[in-house]
């Protein structure tokens, strides 16, 4: 995906000084003396590759984080818009049915609706003649209707 240059691994590094690492010890002319610091051999190309991943790291890291924010913001959204549709629909439930209670006592006779108050719907009592059934079976049929 990402081309980077060839590196070579020349292990000859040059130093500033005239020290070589030996087992941890510099060796300055003749004398040993013991370092605290290690001098470490690195490819030529190794610290322009750490640059170049950090680089990259920080533009992912970026992108990460605002794809992190839009999808905070959707979901968000999406439960507002869920609420948006369900609020109105119970809020209905609850103040629609009292009126449709009203509504339904005063235009219940043009809609052939009766009350159930105990009286019989003409419509039962017009179907019970039409079928021939014998009395006992009528009022088996009567009691499961009310």
């Not at 370092?35 to 190794?46: I, M, N």
């Not at 043009?110 to 003649?129: C, F, I």
Request: aromatic share 8%; net charge positive; proline share 5%.
């Amino acid at each position: 995906m990402f081309r980077h240059k060839q590196t070579t691994t020349n292990e000859t590094v040059k130093s500033s000084s005239s020290q070589e690492e030996v087992g941890g010890v510099a060796e300055e002319g003749g004398n040993k003396t013991p370092t605290t610091e290690v001098v470490k051999q690195e490819p030529p190309g190794l610290r322009e590759l750490i640059e170049k991943n950090l680089k990259w790291s920080q533009i992912i890291y970026e992108q990460n984080r605002k794809i992190n924010n839009k999808l905070l913001w959707a979901s968000i959204f999406g439960w507002f818009k869920i609420i948006l549709i369900v609020a109105p629909l119970i809020l209905a439930y609850i103040y629609l049915q009292p009126m449709l209670k009203g509504v339904l006592k005063q235009y219940g006779s043009l809609l052939g609706l009766a009350e159930q108050t105990g009286a019989k719907p003409a419509a039962v009592e017009s179907l019970l003649k039409m079928f021939n059934l014998d009395p006992a079976k009528q009022e088996q049929l009567k009691a499961l209707l009310k």
